[in-house]
């Protein structure tokens, strides 16, 4: 059986709203050069329709990357705004 990236990846953020390990797997598809950070370029490469402006509104420490900890944030403005409504 074969599932698209996208179709996964809007399955594990469904799952992340009531799960927090589950962020760590989404994290880890959206950080595709597994440096442990996310980089403004993975999140619009990989998340589709988020922006920089919600990207700094996350980025707590201001360093311009979203680390694992601020994921939750950006997870939850794209599943708010940006979840497929096709279901
Ligand atoms: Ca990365
Ligand atoms: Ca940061």
Redesign the pocket.
């Known amino acids: 059986m074969r599932i698209t990236a996208a179709g996964w990846f809007a399955a594990a953020l469904a799952m992340a709203v009531s799960t927090g390990p589950v962020h760590a797997i989404a994290f880890a598809r959206v950080d595709r050069n597994e440096n442990g950070v996310i980089s403004p370029e993975e999140v619009s490469r990989y998340m589709n329709g988020m922006n920089p402006v919600q990207i700094r509104k996350c980025?707590?420490?201001?360093?311009?990357?979203?680390?694992p900890d601020?994921f939750p944030c950006l997870a939850s403005i794209y599943d708010l705004f940006y979840r497929d409504t096709k279901r």
Do not use: M, S, V, W
């Open positions: 980025d707590r420490n201001r360093d311009g990357l979203i680390e601020e």
